[in-house]
């Protein structure tokens, strides 16, 4: 659908999408993201143009449904594949990007960095459907001996073919300064940004400056031609609980505000990386600054973890970190798997890091509010109520994983009708009791609470209990589930009248 | 250990750990509790008096290595096990509580409803060094046909025999009247607690009041006799986030605030049970009111699930919330399990329910900022510095599932020394390039970035920049890895001043 689309811009001298936004034209990608977001198109379009919302989409990816990352849209996760000089194999990339398409992820991230590099970024790019990202500078030092031979113009040349190729977004570490590198010698973990470390050799090496900052302009040229979007990387993110909000973190991302002004400068759009490894209480601070400092330009951080103490289990570490980052502004969690730290995530890994970040991002999204968020849970819930299987199967994250453990205990067709299951059986259903509650003939209440208790607490209940909202506001809501049908609710209502 | 202390307070007519506390008397359990929380025992002392912590430990537990659960200890976590009609076996049990015990749940709760459960449970306690928590009106129905049946007398008798058996907590749905019934019709999951079900559906049959309202004393003078802590029940905790903060919650919770101080004037203990399922955004309203309404009594709450989409990964959705709810206030987090929702947990769901929980737990202590809760994961975090892989698997939460990890990709002994792993390989590992990085010869600076940039970035990063804590605040922090020793610190600063 989308060759088309960016055939007529082909030869423009700036072909972003902030650019036409700021021109004050609805691009069909813009309209593409009203309709998946339930924006308006002109609110898409201005928030765009203000920088707050990007579209990464390459002329040259003609594959790509566009999508949005911003405060305005849905919290988006992004998962990275790509191999190693360890494990390498273009098919279990491409199983890796299948599985990324089919558990939805939003983005993705080809971190390849042996074999050929190339040749695994184009059958990637040729495969999908969502954004593709990529850090050149692996690519760049994977054809060097050593990371002090490498010229900017090598790293402007390699930003160049891969933009050709229909990259959508890249990660620069153009904020990490020479004069910044003392900061991080007091860390226990030092430099763990991969890119940001070799930028810090070269600048060692050479005595230069970042060649990412000093040719930021070239750059920002060579993204305007495409429309490749900026994704400044953090160099300097903190890589265990103890290094988080240091000074190092933050003079980098005093940079990458500006940098965020001189890309905007050339309609360039830009999203701001962040941390990483975070406590919980240092979150939402986290997410307010690099609000203010970075113009709102769209947070996308990875993870972060919440504690450092299990390795295997970051999936569920960084989970916590990433929906609190949700919740208060990021607008994009970059997944962690639970391989990280230990090895290559492979196909597995992947599958349950996209879960986590799933649920992460959908739990953002409940907590912000955001319109209509809450619709499939309450409908889950309704299929739960009304022993509907199939149908809670179905409206799961995982449908597969759902029924699987349902089907551990109780395999046959016939319980996907049951009205309990196995974790508390039939005489201990509690939907089930409550369910029946109101069929039957009550007797007379002959005994009650001291009176006092009861109007004190209905009174403080009142007082204390959240509006309702969502389905359950509606006087005739999601249509699933016996009890949800309005005979159904008179029906108690006037049961419930007689027992008074 | 234990049998030797109780044995003096046997015949007493009171023997709660909150009776001895209030008389001034330090326990030997206070003492075993004030060394394992690194708290003065005068402090556990005054906290267990004020009814803010408690110890639940019964006089017929002697097996039991007493555990304090309260806002002044660390975050704790149970794992509920136990049989359902549906699957019932006691060496499954047993190898479920050794997990348990193995992972470091820090309660259990036997949650048995089918088959011989007195048996089972007395199985479970002998076996268990960790308080044994039950829910007596699970015994009590399977004794009976129908719920109806149940007299108050038989309720009590079952409480009095559990409670000679040597259960530590009991959770008592006492706060659920008739009155509060109608709030939950209108629910989307209604009622969803089990023993609140029952009581509802007792309470509708006989046109009584809640037993365990109406025998709330007689209830306080077993538990004296023994020392059994209430875990006062929330049978109208919402079963999906459209119901959560609702008025028959807080009716309910209003109830159990008043019945906590009628088990304080028997110097009975008290925790009370919370949600459920809950939006992010609510969560800390809740850990408030909680402590407000029920005068600070130690709150115990199940997750909570943060979003309801994803059955089969509600380890995932409720470790979101159970961090949340523990750096809040939270005193105990109740494990929820992959297995949720869809059937009875097997070994491997308790283990992976009781690792999310360590998790989430652990997050809320460093969050909350607990005395020494970062160590842990400065320590690993040095190991991760040092490449010193067996010890990261040492401190891990879980080193057989972490080195399995690794050892998928790396499995020879030779790379457990190795600067790097199979995630980014050797040319790419971020440690290990900033390890060396100062190891060189320094070529002189030729080019900086713009002066005034590099000024205000590091005026704002002073500024904004979270003073050190912790092992990194130390001139010579945790000795772990080559980069903490104070040599190695000061070759990197020289090295560093020589760039200058």
């Known amino acids: 659908m989308r060759a088309q689309w960016v055939e007529s811009r082909r030869g423009l001298a700036n072909v972003t999408q902030m650019h036409f936004a700021r021109q004050g034209v609805v691009t069909q990608e813009m309209q593409h993201v009203a309709g998946r977001e339930g924006l308006p198109a002109e609110l898409v379009r201005s928030e765009v143009a203000r920088g707050r919302m990007i579209i990464p989409a390459n002329l040259n990816h003609p594959e790509l449904e566009p999508m949005a990352i911003g405060i305005a849209a849905k919290c988006k996760i992004n998962a990275n594949i790509g191999n190693s000089q360890i494990v390498s194999d273009v098919e279990g990339e491409l199983t890796k990007l299948r599985g990324c398409l089919k558990h939805g992820a939003d983005t993705v991230m080809d971190l390849s960095t042996g074999g050929d590099i190339p040749h695994i970024r184009d059958v990637l790019l040729r495969h999908s459907t969502v954004p593709l990202g990529t850090v050149p500078t692996y690519e760049a030092i994977e054809r ?92 300097l993110r903190p890589g265990c609980l103890a290094d988080a909000s240091d000074e190092a973190q933050f003079a980098e991302l005093r940079v990458l505000g500006e940098l965020t002004r001189r890309a905007w400068e050339h309609d360039v759009q830009v999203m701001i990386e962040g941390p990483g490894h975070v406590p919980m209480d240092q979150i939402e601070m986290n997410m307010k600054i690099e609000q203010e400092v970075c113009h709102e330009a769209p947070f996308y951080v990875l993870g972060p973890l919440a504690t450092d103490i299990a390795p295997g289990y970051d999936h569920i570490t960084s989970a916590i970190g990433a929906a609190l980052a949700g919740w208060h502004g990021a607008s994009m969690l970059c997944y962690v798997t639970p391989a990280e730290h230990l090895s290559l995530p492979n196909a597995e890994d992947v599958h349950q890091g996209i879960i986590a970040y799933k649920i992460a991002a959908h739990a953002a999204d409940v907590a912000r509010q955001r319109s209509g968020a809450r619709d499939r849970d309450d409908a889950l819930s309704r299929a739960r109520y009304a022993f509907d299987w199939r149908e809670q199967f179905r409206l799961s994250l995982d449908p597969e994983a759902a029924q699987a453990k349902h089907d551990e205990t109780l395999p046959h067709d016939a319980f996907k009708t049951a009205e309990f299951c196995a974790m508390c059986g039939p005489k201990f259903c509690s939907m089930k009791v409550h369910t029946h509650l109101l069929e039957k003939d009550l007797p007379e209440v002959t005994e009650r609470a001291d009176a006092q208790l009861v109007a004190d607490s209905l009174a403080f209940a009142r007082r204390a209990a959240i509006p309702r909202t969502g389905s359950v506001a509606q006087p005739s809501p999601v249509a699933l589930g016996r009890k949800a049908s309005p005979a159904g609710a008179a029906g108690a209502a006037a049961a419930l009248a007689k027992a008074e």
Chains 1, 2 share one sequence.
Not at 155 to 178: F, N, S, W
Not at 228 to 233: A, D, E, K, M, Q
Request: hydrophobic fraction near 45%; charged fraction near 25%.
């Open 144 to 235: 060097v001996k050593r990371v002090e031979e490498l010229t900017a113009r090598d790293l402007l040349d390699i930003v160049e073919e891969q933009a050709k190729q229909g990259v959508d977004y890249m990660t620069i570490h153009a904020g990490i300064l020479r004069d910044f590198l003392p900061l991080a010698q007091h860390r226990i973990t030092g430099i763990v940004s991969r890119g940001g470390a070799l930028m810090a050799q070269w600048m060692m090496a050479k005595g230069l400056e970042n060649p990412w900052y000093t040719h930021f302009d070239d750059l920002c040229e060579i993204f305007k031609a495409y429309d490749v979007s900026f994704s400044l990387g953090d160099s």
